[in-house]
Nanobody, 115 residues
Framework: HVQVAESGGGSAQVGETLKLTCAAS????????MGWYRQAPGGPREMVAV???????TYANSVKGRFSISKRRGITTIDLTMNDLEPQDTAIYYC?????????WGQGTQVTVSG
């Protein structure tokens, strides 16, 4: 079993920066990827950015060039730096951890962009 702990998020004005952090603990040896997904009111959950344990990232087209995902060396913790925020980035952001057996999710953190 994997425990997922999220931190960061909150409110920002258009053009500002926010950072999200996700730490996985427990049975982490089986983790393949960690990433961030988001769900706006009334919409589906969509992938924002995912990174492999080797450090290879994948981004949604809507955030390419603005968001950056990274994995901290030696530990199962990832960071998502969200630059140049837009109102369309407003959503609940969930950290997802994909293992060889199951996917594990955090409880979600709200990101609200106004202005």
């Amino acid at each position: 079993h994997v425990q997922v702990a999220e931190s960061g998020g909150g409110s920002a004005q258009v053009g500002e920066t926010l950072k999200l952090t996700c730490a996985a603990s427990g049975a982490t040896l089986g983790i393949n990827t960690m990433g961030w997904y988001r769900q706006a009111p009334g919409g589906p959950r969509e992938m924002v950015a995912v990174i492999t344990m080797g450090g290879s990232p994948t981004y949604a087209n809507s955030v390419k060039g603005r968001f950056s995902i990274s994995k901290r060396r030696g530990i199962t913790t990832i960071d998502l730096t969200m630059n140049d925020l837009e109102p369309q980035d407003t959503a609940i952001y969930y950290c997802g951890v994909a293992t060889t057996s199951f996917d594990f999710w955090g409880q979600g953190t709200q990101v609200t962009v106004s202005g």
